[in-house]
């Protein structure tokens, strides 16, 4: 009955909406108001900006805490938070669980196709790990999904933005536990349609998310975005230890690219490959999966 309330409780508060008041007070006080409503993200639709924070401050953080990134045309408070829901089933709280939103499709279905891996969403992403690790005084561990993953990895990595030259700094791979990205199309995209992969964005450099420049121009082999080539020129910078999960029928971001399983994440510890799910289910269906990684547990 115990458990069965607290978890109703940690439910209840990850549902009530953006960041938590003690999380709130901390970024006002050490980033200032601006930064924290940047990574807050009270505009978007429903209050499902953001989520994550310590329901007070004398709350144990117990273990390292989780920085969700979404998926293109998601936001925080969708996929991200089922993620944190299910989660809690495995102790975690919303003082250990984490996110932001990096751009705001509201509603519109189509959006995904205007998306590109802006430098203002890479730093908006780098400044919520930092926060989280600063907040919380622990290393931080990522669980990232879709165009998420390049997103996330490159905030890691940092040095210059590709489409501005803007300067991020340095690497924070000392700020960070472990990595797990989810269906992340880290070589480009190749939808898998009728059990064959379509080299979309080779075909369709035009549409702002092939972009050659920071979006997902891939397929024409051996030419990939100048984004794509820029996370990859380094391995092992994402975390202590670094996992991937994708599937070999994935109809979004598909599965080789260029005779390289693009879900794959060079140095990796680790990975699992379904052979009969699709792109959200690759996420939503791996859990157990994500959670065993983030613990060293076999998989």
Request: aromatic share 10%.
């Amino acid at each position: 009955m115990i458990v069965s309330l607290f978890v109703l409780h940690a439910a209840l508060s990850l549902s009530s909406a953006l960041f938590t008041t003690d999380f709130t007070q901390f970024l006002d006080k050490h980033y200032g108001i601006g930064q924290r409503q940047m990574l807050e993200r009270s505009d978007v639709e429903d209050m499902k900006g953001s989520f994550g924070g310590r329901a007070s401050p004398n709350q144990t953080i117990d273990r390292n805490p989780v920085v969700f990134v979404h998926g293109v045309s998601h936001v925080a408070g969708s996929m991200m938070r089922e993620a944190a829901y299910n989660y809690m089933n495995k102790g975690y709280t919303d003082a250990v669980m984490y996110a932001t939103t990096y751009d705001n499709p509201n509603g519109d279905k189509m959006k995904w196709m205007q998306y590109t891996m802006k430098c203002d969403h890479v730093k908006r992403i780098r400044m919520l790990i930092e926060a989280v690790h600063a907040y919380t005084g622990r290393p931080v561990d990522v669980v990232a999904f879709s165009m998420g993953v390049p997103i996330s990895r490159k905030a890691i990595m940092g040095g210059r933005c590709v489409e501005n030259n803007e300067d991020l700094g340095g690497s924070i791979t000392d700020k960070m536990g472990t990595y797990v990205g989810v269906a992340g199309p880290n070589k480009g995209v190749a939808p898998v349609m009728m059990g064959m992969p379509s080299p979309m964005c080779a075909l369709a450099p035009f549409i702002p998310v092939c972009n050659p420049v920071n979006g997902l121009f891939s397929g024409f082999c051996p030419f990939k975005s100048r984004f794509i080539d820029d996370i990859n020129h380094k391995s092992q910078y994402e975390g202590k230890r670094i996992y991937s999960i994708g599937s070999t029928i994935d109809e979004v971001v598909g599965h080789m690219i260029c005779f390289d399983v693009t879900t794959r994440i060079g140095g990796q510890n680790g990975e699992k490959i379904y052979r009969d799910k699709k792109h959200d289910a690759t996420f939503k269906d791996s859990f157990d999966i994500q959670m065993a990684m983030l613990n060293g547990q076999p998989f």
